[in-house]
T-cell receptor, first 113, second 113 residues
Framework: SAVISQKPSRDICQRGTSLTIQCQVD?????MFWYRQQPGQSLTLIAT?????????ESGFVIDKFPISRPNLTFSTLTVSNMSPEDSSIYLC??????????FGPGTRLTVT | GQQVMQIPQYQHVQEGEDFTTYCNSSTTLSNIQWYKQRPGGHPVFLIQLVKSGEVKKQKRLTFQFGEAKKNSSLHITATQTTDVGTYFC?????????????FGQGTILTVHP
């Protein structure tokens, strides 16, 4: 298994500002993922972040809005830029281990006012 | 991309009753994973099914993968209050075998003591 931490755990932000979410893993992993979970909804994949390459974004998500960094095999950041109330959500990072199961961080609960 | 339909959306049971959630795909799946998310928590990996007709058990939980690898079910026998949460199936996204996941809509299970 993997132990994943996320910072911050929650935040309240004003529209138009940006927030950077950090994801730290206790072991080196190749594949890291960022998901969004809106209240009462399922998880939607934002992007895949592999170390040493540009993040790959899913349909409906763009780099200008959700820039991602992956500087090493244990760390990644997701920035939510120019926020609006529609960005209020839980943001989760996850990692895939050798058996292909994914382990999730505790999530960052974002409220945009 | 890969789509998976999950039903029911909600299930309310009395403690001790059984519970089943189903996932269906229009295309053949290479594998399917199941996750549980407790209220206020993050998704936790339960199991992965790979083989046609596979049945796996974890205590009171029974997981099945259909013969055609297009459907799967999670059955809980004699539910307990600790089973409360949302159960998601997840399948490989975009034609990949592993890595990116597409999650079902989830089934929210409520257990009344």
């Amino acid at each position: 298994s993997a132990v994943i931490s996320q910072k911050p755990s929650r935040d309240i932000c004003q529209r138009g500002t940006s927030l950077t979410i950090q994801c730290q893993v206790d072991s080196q992993v190749t594949m890291m993922f960022w998901y969004r979970q809106q209240p009462g909804q399922s998880l939607t994949l934002i992007a895949t972040a592999n170390q040493g390459s540009e993040a790959t974004y899913e349909s409906g998500f763009v780099i200008d809005k959700f820039p991602i960094s992956r500087p090493n095999l244990t760390f990644s950041t997701l920035t939510v830029s120019n926020m609006s109330p529609e960005d209020s959500s839980i943001y989760l990072c996850s990692v895939e281990l050798g058996g292909h199961e994914q382990y999730f961080g505790p999530g960052t609960r974002l409220t945009v006012t | 991309g890969q789509q998976v339909m999950q039903i029911p959306q909600y299930q309310h049971v009395q403690e001790g009753e059984d519970f089943t959630t189903y996932c269906n795909s229009s295309t053949t799946l290479s594998n399917i994973q199941w996750y549980k998310q407790r209220p206020g928590g993050h998704p936790v990996f339960l199991i992965q099914l790979v083989k046609s007709g596979e049945v796996k058990k974890q205590k009171r939980l029974t997981f099945q993968f259909g013969e055609a690898k297009k459907n799967s079910s999670l059955h809980i026998t004699a539910t307990q209050t600790t089973d409360v949460g949302t159960y998601f199936c997840a399948v490989p996204a975009g034609g990949t075998s592993y890595g990116k996941l597409t999650f079902g809509q989830g089934t929210i299970l409520t257990v009344h003591p």
